[in-house]
């Protein structure tokens, strides 16, 4: 019998911040990978900029 091709995985929310700058760094997904519009490219500036100590 085949695996499944997708898991659910459940990450706390105090987790997501750390996350979410791991796929950002490591693999290069961030907002506008996962949203690609304004709002999406928007927010990963947003994201960026606290990461960077800037916001």
Same mark, same amino acid.
């Given at each position: 019998?085949?695996?499944?091709f $997708?898991?659910?995985?459940?990450?706390?929310?105090?987790? &997501? &911040?750390?996350?979410?700058?791991?796929?950002? +760094?490591?693999?290069?997904?961030?907002e506008?990978?996962?949203?690609?519009?304004?709002?999406? $490219?928007?927010?990963?500036?947003?994201? &960026?900029?606290? $990461? +960077?100590?800037?916001?």
């Open positions: 019998m085949d695996k499944p $997708l898991r659910l995985i459940r990450v706390n929310g105090d987790q &997501r &911040r750390s996350i979410m700058a791991s796929l950002s +760094e490591y693999v290069g997904v961030g506008h990978t996962l949203f690609p519009d304004l709002d999406g $490219l928007a927010r990963e500036i947003r994201v &960026r900029q606290q $990461l +960077e100590g800037k916001g």
